[in-house]
T-cell receptor, first 113, second 111 residues
Framework: DTGVSQDPRHKITKRGQNVTFRCDPI?????LYWYRQTLGQGPEFLTY????????KSRLLSDRFSAERPKGSFSTLEIQRTEQGDSAMYLC???????????FGQGTRLTVV | QKEVEQNSGPLSVPEGAIASLNCTYS??????FFWYRQYSGKSPELIMF????GDKEDGRFTAQLNKASQYVSLLIRDSQPSDSATYLC???????????FGTGTKLQVIP
């Protein structure tokens, strides 16, 4: 499977715990995006990498959220001290340089109880 | 004003009819426009992209772009029940590489 891969697909955690998600983009794609989507809403931009550089981070993202892409390949998104409002689908997408379409992974559904 | 706006719907059309989905965007410098389809509980999948003014057709789908009016639309001909999904409009804004999405329009095709 050469598509975007996300792990885990589902995560249930208790409020206050830390969680980490992983995204493996399509191998030749240098741009990687993280989005958050809640029910009835479109994907909300969180952050974006070009290779290993994090070029943009949403103002909506609190300091509890951090993302890395250490070698310009896979990326991780960590949420510290989770809150119930963090419950959402976390989507990763990748695309190649230029005005090309972004391809999405299957997402990680986070439930904070 | 939201960067990308869509009517949330639901838009209901009978099977075999034409479904028309609309999207407006706020940044005049926007360069690339995408339509994604999202089934409930699934991730978005690309249907069409368009860069230039005018129409672009792919099978039953036609994307239309009018940069002067800052408007992009998606027409689905011969709508099928399997087309029932949420359709997301996405835009690449000028000077940035992030892809910004609208809230989506839910389409229901009635058999």
């Amino acid at each position: 499977d050469t598509g975007v891969s996300q792990d885990p697909r589902h995560k249930i955690t208790k409020r206050g715990q830390n969680v980490t998600f992983r995204c493996d983009p399509i191998s030749e794609h240098n741009r990687l995006y993280w989005y958050r989507q809640t029910l009835g809403q479109g994907p909300e931009f969180l952050t974006y990498f070009q290779n290993e550089a994090q070029l943009e981070k949403s103002r909506l993202l609190s300091d509890r959220f951090s993302a890395e892409r250490p070698k310009g390949s896979f990326s991780t998104l960590e949420i510290q001290r989770t809150e119930q409002g963090d419950s959402a689908m976390y989507l990763c997408a990748s695309r190649w340089t230029g005005d090309t379409e972004a391809f999405f992974g299957q997402g990680t559904r986070l439930t904070v109880v | 004003q939201k960067e990308v706006e869509q009517n949330s719907g639901p838009l209901s059309v009978p099977e075999g009819a034409i479904a028309s989905l609309n999207c407006t965007y706020s940044d005049r410098g926007s360069q690339s426009f995408f339509w994604y389809r999202q089934y409930s509980g699934k991730s978005p999948e690309l249907i069409m992209f368009i860069y230039s003014n005018g129409d672009k057709e792919d099978g039953r789908f036609t994307a239309q772009l009018n940069k002067a009016s800052q408007y992009v639309s998606l027409l689905i001909r011969d709508s099928q029940p399997s087309d029932s999904a949420t359709y997301l409009c996405a835009v690449t804004l000028s000077g940035y590489q992030k892809v910004t999405f609208g809230t989506g329009t839910k389409l229901q095709v009635i058999p």
